[in-house]
């Protein structure tokens, strides 16, 4: 009787060690931080923007202990909330690197940056880094395409990014020429030899 009882006792405590192990390093992100009170913090200037992984050392990044699952970059994505956005998508890109990423951190950098959404005296940095992170694209993931809700319709990313470029003032390097194919459709492509 006393040795089923010690062996008990002994289970219970290894179950409660490893879920108290497992409980500071949850890998999913928990659905209950409140998104709307997110506030961004220039931690660095290279945040976001491949190969950086400084975002996930910003105190502010509710989402630097873990990787999310991937319906829940969209689910943050649908909210419309450029910081929560911004956070999602730069720790996917420094937990695995994507052009589609790198793309939408990017994108919610500019519209952080264009709806100013920061400290005044940070949103110059916040351009210079979406300029950055939409170059980044074409420099380190030209060819990536993210996909339609169908999961199965891709576009590519690389003529949205050029496009970003140029409306945020910036000439995109990279020897890049829109071209338009038999249907009408606008499509980058890259030129033989140095841009400069």
């Known amino acids: 009787m006393v040795s ?5 006792f002994i289970w219970l405590i290894c179950l409660l060690l490893a879920l108290v192990s497992c409980a500071e390093n949850d890998p999913v992100y928990r659905y209950g931080f409140n998104l709307t009170d997110l506030e961004f913090n220039l931690h660095t200037a290279d945040m976001g923007i491949h190969p950086d992984q400084t975002v996930l050392e910003d ?4 989402f630097k202990w873990g990787s999310m ?8 994505e649908n909210t419309g909330r450029s910081v929560a956005r911004f956070y999602s998508w730069a720790t996917m890109l420094a937990r ?3 052009g589609e990423h790198q793309y939408y951190a990017a994108k919610a950098l500019s519209e952080i940056w264009q709806t100013q959404q920061a400290d005044d005296v940070y949103l110059p940095f916040i351009k210079t880094m979406a300029i950055r992170g939409y170059q980044a694209l074409l420099d380190h993931f030209p060819y990536s395409v993210s996909y339609l809700p169908d999961g ?3 576009f590519p990313l690389n003529i949205l990014a050029y496009d970003a470029l140029l409306e945020l003032g910036e000439t995109p390097s990279g020897n890049w ?4 194919d038999e249907n009408g459709k606008r ?3 890259q030129g033989e030899g140095d841009d400069s």
């Open 4 to 8: 089923k009882t010690l062996s008990h």
């Open 59 to 62: 105190p502010n990044n509710p």
């Open 69 to 76: 699952e991937q319906n829940t970059k969209w689910d943050i």
């Open 96 to 98: 695995e690197p994507a």
């Open 152 to 154: 199965i319709t891709s």
């Open 177 to 180: 020429y829109v071209i338009t």
């Open 187 to 189: 499509i980058l492509v």
